[in-house]
Nanobody, 123 residues
Framework: QLVESGGGLVQPGGSLRLSCAAS????????IVWFRQAPGKEREGVSC????????YYADSVKGRFTISRDNAKNTVYLQMNSLNAEDTAVYYC??????????????????WGQGTQVTVSS
């Protein structure tokens, strides 16, 4: 099971840090991705991190503003989001796949999903 937390309401230009915590299994051998879905829009891959070597990848829309990281000791993956704007408003989901070398933003790659956390950017 994956559980996201850290969402909320933030003003434009603000920051949030999302957490994706695993229970019942160890994230050490899993590649992790963050997706988001805004109302009326398709699900968008935001960022992912491999397990084997910690490589990361970002969608162009968040590059330079978001940072993904993992703390295997805490069995948690984070998404630090800075310089937020209204277009970042969405439900954010994390997902996992037990393939350590994967680095992909394709939803079909992942087989374990969290329930999501709402991020709202508004003044």
């Amino acid at each position: 099971q994956l559980v996201e937390s850290g969402g909320g309401l933030v003003q434009p230009g603000g920051s949030l840090r999302l957490s994706c915590a695993a229970s019942g299994f160890t994230l050490d051998y899993y590649a992790i991705v963050w997706f988001r879905q805004a109302p009326g829009k398709e699900r968008e891959g935001v960022s992912c991190i491999s397990s084997s070597d910690g490589r990361t990848y970002y969608a162009d829309s968040v590059k330079g503003r978001f940072t993904i990281s993992r703390d295997n000791a805490k069995n948690t993956v984070y998404l630090q989001m800075n310089s937020l704007n209204a277009e970042d408003t969405a439900v954010y989901y994390c997902a996992a796949t037990r393939r350590p070398y994967v680095l992909s933003l394709r939803p079909a790659t992942y087989d374990t999903w969290g329930q999501g956390t709402q991020v709202t950017v508004s003044s």
